[in-house]
């Protein structure tokens, strides 16, 4: 089994692939989009490491004080992603890039490290008990669902913004907040916009393009987040048939 992971660097991000976007030609742009973002976050200490292998497997963490969501704590860590999927699943991969982070965390001399998820599995969200069983421990909860977990190495804690807590916003036309973290949403986003084009569809769409921004966002997804009738749907991706079904359009 080849557990030989990869950093991504300013010096090799060129010619390394993004593993969570490999070789579906409609999603390059994006990729090329989230490749010019991690350029910059690169320097702030955000971490990308992928095993080298083309496949879904991989962690993303930054110091949370430059982290693009909307949590707030001291010297503490965030993980963004953490994702093994298909046929390396079982294989350990995901012990080794969660201890990796752990261990990371405790040589700069961190508080803790923090991650969303949600009592019951989601999308997009890493698995709750996987994470217990490390010593990460529920800190902050929004409508009784999703869950802030942290693992504190000196008892301080990580916590939601309050504005991220109300989960809704004034505008009732079809709202949805998005960055460019995540390669797969500029066709996400294309294909929306048409669907809503063609449907004369009143659409708002809410580039997080700053950190300031991702910090004061309505709600706790800084990648993607859908809004209706001033209400947060959901943070799937969307594509016309999501829409169609989703808000019968």
Known sequence: MNKHFI????????????CCAISDKKHQMGVITKKNW??????EGHIFRKLDEKGKVFIEYA????????????NYLYIYCLWVSGSFKGKGYAKSLIEY???DAKEKG???????????????????????????DTVDTIKNDYELLALSFDGKKPYFSEKAKEMKINNKEL??????????????INQVEEYCNKKNIPLNIISIDTLEKA??????????AVFYNGKYETNYLMNETFLKKMFQL
Request: proline share 6%; glycine share 4%; hydrophobic share 35%.
């Open 215 to 224: 910090k004061n966002l309505p709600c706790i997804f800084n990648n993607w």
């Open 101 to 103: 982070c752990i261990n």
């Open 7 to 18: 950093n991504l660097t300013i010096e090799n991000i060129e010619k390394e692939h993004l």
């Open 175 to 188: 709202t949805i907040y998005y960055s460019l973290q995540c390669p797969y949403i500029l066709n996400c």
């Open 63 to 74: 110091p949370l004080e430059s982290a693009w969501v909307p949590i707030y704590g001291d």
């Open 38 to 43: 991690l350029k910059e976050r690169i320097i």
């Open 110 to 136: 961190k508080s803790g490290i923090c991650i969303l998820s949600s009592k019951k599995k989601k999308p997009y969200l890493s698995d709750k008990k996987f994470l217990l069983k490390y010593g990460f």
